[in-house]
């Protein structure tokens, strides 16, 4: 059985940095690419940032790219976000999610059928 846990939320302030992490178990990690989606209060999940198995490519929303960056630890089966620059607009909880099939690019329309709990996000101004 396939497990996501994040962990590294909290409350920050304006132009903080921050990072998330996520543990994954119950299948061979490296084989897979990981994403980072949030969900703000009133909005609907949206995807962040993800990264190819391999760790070879990745991708982000606009709203992130060049204050956040995706990485992977294949030997740790673990995913980060690092968050910098942060802004209340970043607010939300974060959710860590796995492709369904093997060797993905992790690209935003990839079909990420494993999801973490979540870890919650907030920016103070």
């Known amino acids: 059985q396939v497990q996501l846990v994040e962990s590294g939320g909290g409350l920050v302030q304006a132009e903080d940095s921050l990072r998330l992490s996520c543990a994954a178990s119950?299948?061979?990690?490296?084989?897979?690419?990981m994403a980072w989606f949030r969900q703000a209060p009133g909005k609907e999940r949206g995807f962040v940032a993800g990264?190819?198995?391999?760790?070879?490519?990745?991708y982000y929303a606009d709203s992130v790219e060049g204050r956040f960056t995706i990485s992977r630890d294949n030997a740790e089966n673990t995913v980060y976000l690092q968050m910098n620059s942060l802004t209340p607009e970043d607010t939300a909880v974060y959710y860590c999610?796995?492709?369904?099939?093997?060797?993905?690019?992790?690209?935003?329309?990839?079909?990420?059928?494993?999801w973490g709990q979540g870890t919650e996000v907030t920016v103070s101004s």
């Open positions: 999610a796995g492709d369904t099939v093997p060797y993905g690019l992790g690209s935003p329309t990839a079909r990420y059928a494993y």
């Open positions: 119950g299948r061979t990690f490296s084989r897979f690419a």
């Open positions: 990264i190819m198995w391999s760790g070879r490519k990745t």
